[in-house]
């Protein structure tokens, strides 16, 4: 079982490190077309990953209520995306390919304000990995250890091109390879440093894992509208980011059901 939780922790980590490894590889920074393909792919792992992985493993344990088994998920839910809410609006960060950013006046760099905007979006994920490995070890029904693979291999498969899309933007605003990489890579290290802290919070709070699992959805959620769907419709019309949207929805649909 330790063994196995480990491996979920660090798959997602992974993810940023090969994705942000791609520095020293392409010459130039990413085309916008290609980022807006990674951006909607990611966009539907993490959609997906919310309802199958999250959402109704959450309901199934609330199963007991009868007609209310909605109630936890829908409260938990909430409480995610009021969080992201706070989160967004206390840390200052800067959008991929945005003038303005977000949060209070700061005098960061840009480059450091676009690795928290990235390190932000990867709070949840982490969450949401370390809620499910958490129902695992306590034994939940509802929750298996294939279905918990399943979640940190999607997380892992849309942190890779999240991490080129960090890694390239901050070369291409001057820094070298070997730091742009360091820091794409570290902008991914709050994701198992999350789980793990929220293994060790699960264990005191097994009976409201419903809402633990619903928190992790909402918190995704809030990323995904707040920030990864104007990302992948921005600029001149295309549908390359819906139709990558509906892949990695599939994908992460695809995993969830094989391996649970």
């Known amino acids: 079982m330790i063994k196995d939780v480990a491996l979920g922790l660090v798959i997602p980590f992974m993810g940023t490190t090969l994705g942000s490894a791609c520095v020293f590889f392409m010459r130039k920074e990413l085309n916008r077309q290609v980022q807006r393909a990674l951006t909607g792919f990611a966009a539907g792992v993490m959609v997906a990953a919310s309802i199958w992985s999250l959402i109704m493993p959450a309901m199934d344990l609330a ?3 009868g007609k209310l088994s909605f109630l936890p998920a829908a409260i938990g839910f909430w ?3 009021l969080f992201l809410l706070l989160l967004d609006s206390v840390i200052p960060h800067l959008h ?3 003038d303005k950013a977000e949060g ?7 480059t450091t304000m676009m690795v928290l905007a990235v390190t932000l979006h990867n709070i949840p994920e982490g969450m949401a990995v370390g809620v499910v490995y958490a129902g695992l070890i306590s034994g939940n029904a509802s929750i298996t250890s294939g279905g918990a693979l399943a979640l940190a291999l999607g997380i892992a498969i849309q942190n890779f091109p999240e991490g080129a899309i960090i890694s390239m933007p901050l070369k291409a605003e001057g820094k070298s390879k070997g730091k ?13 440093i999350g789980a793990l802290l929220t293994i060790l919070a699960a264990g005191f709070f097994l009976p409201a894992m419903p809402y633990l699992l619903s928190f992790a959805a909402g918190a995704m959620m809030y990323v995904v509208v707040e920030e990864l769907i104007p990302e992948m419709s921005e600029g001149e019309h295309s ?19 094989a391996l649970g």
Not at 104 to 110: A, E, H, T, V
Not at 180 to 192: K, N, Q, Y
Not at 245 to 251: E, I, R, Y
Request: no cysteine; hydrophobic share 55%.
């Open 79 to 81: 409480a995610g995306v």
């Open 104 to 110: 209070p006046n700061s005098k960061l760099k840009r």
């Open 96 to 98: 991929m390919n945005a």
């Open 239 to 257: 549908n390359i980011g819906v139709v990558m949207f509906a892949l990695g929805f599939t994908l992460m649909m695809a995993l969830d059901v």
């Open 63 to 65: 199963s007991g209520m």
């Open 180 to 192: 742009a990489f360091l820091d794409g890579a570290l902008s991914g290290a709050v994701e198992p």
